[in-house]
């Protein structure tokens, strides 16, 4: 009956390095979606998952940015060779199906990655 | 293009005494309206949510808002806050249909005096 977990919970790389984060959403839940959350900044929508499709990912701030979601569970969102602006909290979110159109669900979000980019 | 926006970034009160948070939109429709809550070292919680109806909706920990459409407003209330209620609040707009994108706020945060 856990709520959504996020891992690592911190993560410190240095430039140009890779970074996955990873998210498990509620057991249940087929609507996923990640945001960033820099400071300042407001919640940044980046990408939702629909199952294991995404049919929005206008958010992704730059081809540098991916994310993946297998089995209907768990997403991976994947930063390839990264910047110093990258660095930010993100955040991942489930809610129940969307049973169409106007289907706004409550989310439920996850602690979080913080990212830090050296 | 939709956005939300929060005037406030920082709000201060003291224990016991009112608050309202203020929330514009800007949509060509009548959106899904939410208010969400952060509180330090914790996850996003929902306050409460709009979808249509009665304008003023009740939420959890005792907060309420009210929607106005002449001024495309959905500001969040609480008659007496507690020290408890310091965190950053945050209001969400249910994008056009079918995209099921929630855009949000930038977002205030409360402090609260003893």
Sequence with gaps: ????????????????????????PISGHTAL??????????????????GNSAPDKSGLPSDRFSAER?????????????????SAVYLCASSLGLAGPNSYNEQFFGPGTRLTVL | AQSVTQPDIHITVSEGASLELRCNYSYGATPYLFWYVQSPGQGLQLLLKYFSGDTLVQGIKGFEAEFKRSQSSFNLRKPSVHWSDAAEYFCAVGAPSGTYKYIFGTGTRLKVLA
Excluded: H, M
């Design chain 1, 1 to 24: 009956g856990a709520g959504v977990s996020q891992s690592p919970s911190n993560k410190v790389t240095e430039k140009g390095k890779d970074v996955e984060l990873r998210c498990d």
């Design chain 1, 70 to 86: 297998t089995g209907g569970s768990v997403s991976t969102l994947t930063i390839q060779r990264t910047q110093q602006e990258d």
């Design chain 1, 33 to 50: 979606y990640w945001y960033r959350q820099s400071l300042g900044q407001g919640l940044e929508f980046l990408i939702y998952f629909q």
